[in-house]
């Protein structure tokens, strides 16, 4: 970030934050109570000024009564929201003594954020929304935010283990899926594509409040890598603004995984006033070597083949990962209208293994770690048609080690052995500004108008010690750089109206336009590979070592409506376009690849990949009954994928080298693909003597085809279904959840794909799979505090298994046991 950016900050603050309020000595009280007339105890109640937009938080108390002292002129708007019960809204024009009824409500009311940078219900949006709560991310008893995608809609997941579960949506995972934390960007221009991607673990899952899964294009609002869909990793934040003197509080949560003896804990305090509220959180945690389910000898044979280390007993060696965090928020009140919120988090991670890989090559993360500082300044109610301004900056550092090793046991008196010790350390740092302003424009039109900017800065250092054994006293060492000190920087505008035609139709549409440049410099260590001169001008690769400044703009855009068709069912649809542009590792690592006997150069002459990505749902909400369903038709071109290079006459090109032929291969612009769909979500509250019996789950069919090769696109799961029943007494206090989880054999691929491992493919279908959980717990509320306890089994059955399109099997049957327990 310049120095400008500083400067333009505090003159935003200094330009919106004198603003006040007229104040009166009345006051604002009032009773909630259910149905029953019984009260409620401990539910919020908001007060909201319409105009200034100040809100008043305070909690109901055991006799179900709130105040609110001098709240200032009317009129108001009073929310109050809790545990079980619809939220009730309501308008009150001066201050008095009021009685608010609340009515149970057993289907949760989703609002996202993330699908239009504006609160919003997922109702209205044109684009279909899956949000996680708390509560919900408690109940599963998940090690790794990455386990949440396994069973919503559209999603699966990629990787095992406590630390590197990543997310799939719609067949598309890595930097093709776009991961933000708290509006700003996890993903770096450092990840590979086709091997890695960024690694959910760096966001403690203790320290999540709710998920946001936005499924299909959100390059309008977010610009590169939303190729597939957009999830939004929200953290908790400070307790709100209270009045009447310091309030403190905090939290205990805990976890404890049976089958890799898994310990997660962590404890924090907050606090709040009129003034300032902050809450700061401490946490550790570790995961042994977790098993898979019980293995019969053809699934530990099938394992093996592919390299997996598994023990006859099924436990995943090197699987491992242990870590910890550090968080703090801050949050200050400059008046009704105007507020900083400034936060660090502190993400460390320690002998981070990658399940399975051990033997002749072996692979692990010593340390894993992500630091994060931001700052953001809102204004509200600025003028009649100005009703929000944000400005927010960060800046982010993602330090991690990888580290292999290859060991080929000697072969007297012809082979000595050999010993490859490697060490690469990445540096990517990530400073970026966002402002974002709400307009009102009459009582039909909002628009959200703003600019962006990130800048990712890397740097690596990769060290080589090689001998024919790990003792051998005749070692040779060497610092290589597979990529050079390169930075990639981009500055974006965008702008997308929401206008409504009338009662039952609205339409919404975006416009995005990008800026990238991206440039490296001359770096120690990293060099051309040994070819001829004819072969590097083929490959496009002449300046690659010596600095280069490469440069281009993307223009987006989308266009989507919603129409009622009646009070409880909405129609909605959109169509547009997404892009992703080529990042620092596809621009310019070389070195030697993952396969044996192959070496991949840099290719900076690359397009960015473009998608034209078309949805359509029905979705049905009322008290009794919600579902939805979902059509989706995504066409990608210029897809990136790492071939074998040829030149200018098509003949391979390999390393000019002594000794065994190395062929040389680069990533290029060649594949087309569509990838098709339908999805369809349900849920069903049946009232039962005892409470609630509801019936759930979700539907997901894909298919993807390389339309250059007119074959089938691997990677992608045809049909998964999620069902579950879940029983809540009245009052929420006692829950029961059973889930069955059922994926079908994916035997539509290619034919390169289905041959033998031994010749490079994939050795067959990938099978399909049925897993059970249960769970159960127990919920108390009171005025001051909360307790929450949760009970389950994940693979009831104990079955031995492997997600699709993963390398290592999947966890094995394990006992649960979750805590949370709040003082407020």
Excluded: C
């Amino acid at each position: 970030m310049n120095n400008a950016f500083p400067l333009f900050f505090v003159f935003v603050i200094l330009l919106f934050s004198i603003s006040g309020y007229a104040q009166t000595t009345a006051s604002m009280t009032g009773y909630v109570q259910d149905s029953d007339g019984k009260s409620i105890t401990s539910a919020q109640v908001i007060l909201r000024g319409p105009t200034s937009g100040a809100e008043h938080v305070v909690i109901t108390d055991k006799d179900g009564r709130f105040s609110f002292s001098n709240p200032g002129a009317g009129p108001f708007e009073i929310e109050v929201t809790f545990n079980g019960f619809a939220t009730k809204r309501l308008e009150v024009s001066t201050p008095g003594e009021i009685t608010i009824t609340l009515e149970p409500q057993p289907i949760k009311e989703e609002l996202t954020i993330t699908a239009t940078r504006t609160q919003i219900s997922s109702e209205e949006t044109a684009v279909p929304v899956s949000v996680v709560d708390r509560e919900e991310i408690d109940r599963r008893a998940v090690n790794v935010v990455g386990d949440i995608f396994r069973t919503l809609p559209g999603t699966s997941t990629a990787n095992e283990g406590a630390f590197q579960v990543r997310p799939r949506i719609r067949g598309l995972d890595s930097n093709r899926v776009l991961i933000l934390v708290d509006g700003e960007r996890l993903n770096n221009s450092r990840t590979s594509t086709a091997q890695s991607g960024i690694e959910t673990g760096l966001v403690d899952t203790s320290q999540i409040q709710s998920v946001e899964v936005v499924r299909g294009s959100g390059s309008v609002l977010y610009g590169t890598d939303a190729l597939g869909g957009t999830i939004n990793i929200i953290t908790k934040d400070t307790p709100a603004r209270r009045a009447g003197g310091f309030h403190f509080g905090g939290a205990v949560d805990t976890l404890y995984s049976s089958n890799e003896n898994g310990r997660r804990g962590n404890i924090s305090l907050n606090g709040s006033n009129n003034f300032f509220a902050f809450r700061i959180a401490q946490s550790m945690e570790r995961f042994e070597n977790y098993s898979t389910g019980k293995p019969d000898q053809a699934f530990l044979d099938d394992l093996r083949a592919q390299g997996v280390a598994i023990t006859d007993d099924g436990e995943v060696l090197n699987s491992q990962s242990h870590g910890s965090n550090t968080s703090a928020v801050f949050r200050f009140f400059l008046n009704d209208t105007n507020t900083i919120k400034a936060s660090y988090d502190r993400r460390r991670g320690a002998d981070i293994g990658s399940p399975g890989l051990v033997g002749v090559f072996s692979g692990y993360f010593p340390f894993s770690n992500r630091d994060k500082a931001s700052v953001r300044y809102d204004a509200v109610a600025l003028n009649k048609y100005l009703q929000r301004v944000s400005v927010s900056g960060f800046y982010q550092t993602q330090f991690r080690n990888f580290t292999n090793v290859l060991t080929v046991p000697p072969a007297p008196p012809f082979f000595p052995g050999l010993y490859q010790f490697s060490e690469t350390v990445t540096d990517t740092k990530t400073s970026g500004f966002d402002l974002q302003t709400d307009w009102v424009l009459g009582d039909r039109n909002n628009l959200v108008a703003g600019a962006s900017f990130f800048n990712d800065k890397n740097e690596d250092r990769r060290s080589i010690i090689t001998s024919s054994t790990p003792t051998s006293p005749n070692q040779t060492f060497s610092n290589t750089n597979n990529v050079p000190d390169a930075n990639l920087s981009n500055f974006a505008g965008f702008a997308q109206d929401e206008f409504r035609i009338n009662k039952r139709l609205k339409l919404v549409g975006g416009i995005r336009v990008d800026n990238f440049r991206t440039n490296s410099d001359p770096t120690a260590g990293f060099t051309l590979p040994n070819l001829t001169p004819g072969q590097i001008e083929d490959l496009g690769i002449a300046d690659l070592a010596s600095g280069l400044n490469v440069s281009h703009t993307s223009a987006t855009g989308d266009l989507g409506a919603v129409y009622r068709l009646s009070a409880n069912l909405a129609l909605s649809g959109r169509i547009g376009r997404s892009f992703r542009t080529p990042n620092i590792f596809e621009l310019f690592f070389t070195g030697p690849a993952s396969v044996s006997g192959a070496f991949v150069v840099g290719n900076p002459n690359l397009k960015p990949e473009t998608g034209v990505n078309i949805d359509t749902s029905l979705k049905f909400r009322s008290n009794r009954f919600a579902a939805s369903a979902t059509y989706f038709n995504n066409t990608y071109e210029n897809l990136l994928a790492t071939v074998p290079a040829v030149d200018r006459n098509g003949q391979p090109i390999f390393l000019n080298q002594p000794g065994p032929p190395v062929r040389v291969y680069q990533t290029q612009n060649i594949d087309r693909a569509r990838i098709q769909g339908f999805e369809a979500e349900f849920e069903v509250p049946i009232k039962i003597s005892l409470g609630y019996l509801t019936p759930n789950g979700n539907v997901s069919f894909l298919r993807g085809d390389d339309i250059e090769k007119d074959e089938p696109l691997n990677f992608i799961s045809p049909f998964r279904t999620n069902f579950g029943v879940r029983w809540e007494n009245f009052g929420k206090a006692y829950f029961f959840d059973y889930n069955v989880r059922i994926v079908a054999e994916q035997k539509r691929l290619s034919d390169s794909f289905l041959l033998p491992l031994n010749q490079g493919g994939n050795g067959g279908p990938e099978r399909g799979f049925v897993n059970h959980d249960i769970g159960g717990g127990y919920h108390i509320q009171r005025e001051r505090f909360m307790l929450r306890i949760n009970l389950g089994i994940a693979n009831i059955f104990d079955r031995a298994y492997s997600e699709q399109f993963t390398f290592a099997p999947a966890r094995g049957r394990s006992f649960t046991f979750g805590t949370t327990f709040e003082l407020k």
